[in-house]
């Protein structure tokens, strides 16, 4: 049996799934799930939490669908354990996304985030905005 792709995928990425599953965040986002092993640490956990308890997000999905989504993503998520800090990215923010990736050894970063996709790749860590990652995933078939 063929392993599992280790992804990382993006805050917004997610939140794009949620919001509008059918976009390209959310197909790409949906095929990682499928397809692949889903890293995130306590940090990207909380800070996904945290923009989905956003009240702008109110008029598009409940807050009680936002938290069983969460409840579902906690428990289908590879956990990872920061060890080694990461402080490569210009936005300082977005370094919990490359310590997870590291740590966890990920092979792909999925973001739309241009202060990640300048350091692509990152460590022998592919990152690719999600449309690149659905392309990536045809050809791979």
């Given at each position: 049996?063929?392993?599992?792709?280790?992804?990382?995928?993006?805050?917004?990425?997610?939140?794009?799934?949620?919001l509008?599953?059918?976009?390209?965040?959310?197909?790409?986002?949906?095929?990682?799930?499928?397809?692949?092993?889903?890293?995130?640490?306590?940090?990207?956990?909380?800070e996904?939490?945290?923009?989905?308890?956003?009240?702008?997000?109110?008029?598009?999905?409940?807050r009680?669908?936002?938290?069983?989504?969460?409840?579902?993503?906690?428990?289908?998520?590879?956990?990872?354990?920061?060890?080694?800090?990461?402080?490569?990215?210009?936005?300082?923010?977005?370094?919990?996304?490359?310590?997870?990736?590291?740590?966890?050894?990920?092979?792909?970063?999925?973001?739309?985030?241009?202060?990640?996709l300048?350091?692509?790749?990152?460590?022998?860590?592919?990152?690719m905005?999600?449309?690149?990652?659905?392309?990536?995933?045809?050809?791979?078939?």
């Open positions: 049996m063929k392993a599992r792709t280790r992804i990382v995928l993006d805050t917004n990425a997610i939140v794009s799934r949620l509008v599953p059918d976009s390209i965040p959310g197909q790409a986002v949906r095929k990682a799930v499928d397809e692949g092993e889903i890293l995130m640490s306590e940090s990207t956990l909380y996904l939490a945290e923009v989905l308890g956003r009240e702008k997000f109110d008029v598009y999905v409940s009680q669908d936002r938290e069983e989504f969460l409840r579902i993503l906690g428990r289908i998520v590879e956990m990872v354990s920061i060890l080694h800090a990461v402080h490569d990215c210009r936005d300082m923010r977005d370094n919990h996304i490359l310590e997870v990736a590291v740590n966890g050894q990920a092979q792909i970063i999925v973001t739309g985030d241009e202060d990640l300048v350091l692509n790749p990152f460590r022998g860590i592919s990152i905005k999600p449309v690149d990652y659905l392309k990536w995933k045809l050809a791979s078939h």
